[in-house]
């Protein structure tokens, strides 16, 4: 068992996390205990920041105490990895548009206390104006817009030299264009805002998707 990031292991070719409420799992999920300590493996098929990892992500931005805006955050499921990671000092806002996926995120947050789930949308950062300035933004809607969305709620809650990552779904933004110069054409409109750490594509866990890493200028 090695250390990747702080909070984070690779074990026997599986990514880990350290679970934050011992016993707490989504179904899918498989629990390992390795020195009397309880981790979760980390599916790099089921969640983008994971993937990237099993890429070769160098550095990783969602750190212990961190206060983190999390857009698309469905039902909770990579966003319950960061919560792993973050631990009780931290805190995840968990913005989601669906009124289903926000169900089973409510569930989700009542055991782990370090989600705040808000029922809104992304696009419009003023529904939840309210919440704090973060150290990391995560964007993972898959919108047209994707990357005016990132940066509208960056230039709102990130901190001064804070960090934002995107899963880019080159589909989503347009499904005929070649995914390459879809990864260029958004990657020069985050480069006005953004000074990029690491832009990784994703294959084989996703299709078509880009992870960046981004430092706010
Ligand atoms: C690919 S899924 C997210 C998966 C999740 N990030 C995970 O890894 O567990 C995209 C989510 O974005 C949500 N979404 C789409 N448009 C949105 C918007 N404008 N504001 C907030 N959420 C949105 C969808 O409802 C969906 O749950």
């Not at 880990?16 to 629990?31: C, F, M, P, V, Y």
């Not at 969640?47 to 160098?58: F, N, R, V």
């Not at 973060?134 to 960090?163: H, M, P, S, W």
Request: proline fraction near 4%.
């Amino acid at each position: 068992m090695h250390l990747l990031f702080p909070g984070i292991w690779k074990h026997e070719g599986r990514i880990l996390t350290r679970n934050l409420i011992a016993g707490q799992k989504s179904l899918s999920e498989e629990l390992l205990t390795v020195d009397g300590t309880e981790y979760r493996a980390w599916d790099p098929y089921h969640s983008k920041p994971a993937a990237a990892i099993m890429k070769g992500l160098k550095d990783f931005p969602i750190k212990e105490g961190g206060k983190i805006l999390y857009l698309g955050a469905a039902n909770g499921n990579t966003a319950s990895y960061f919560s792993d990671i973050i631990g009780m000092k931290g805190i995840i806002y968990g913005v989601e548009i669906s009124d289903r996926a926000m169900i089973d995120l409510i569930q989700l947050c009542r055991k782990r206390r370090n989600i705040a789930p808000i029922l809104a949308n992304a696009k419009l950062p003023k529904e939840y104006i309210w919440i704090e300035r973060v150290d990391a933004v995560y964007e993972d809607v898959a919108a047209r817009d994707q990357t005016e969305i990132l940066i509208r709620n960056c230039q709102t809650f990130l901190k001064k030299g804070g960090y934002a990552m995107i899963a880019i779904k080159a589909r989503s933004i347009d499904v005929v264009k070649n995914p390459k110069e879809i990864f260029r054409q958004e990657m020069a409109k985050l480069k006005e805002h953004f000074e990029v750490a690491e832009e990784i594509d994703i294959e084989p866990f996703e299709k078509d998707h880009e992870l960046v890493v981004l430092r706010m200028k």
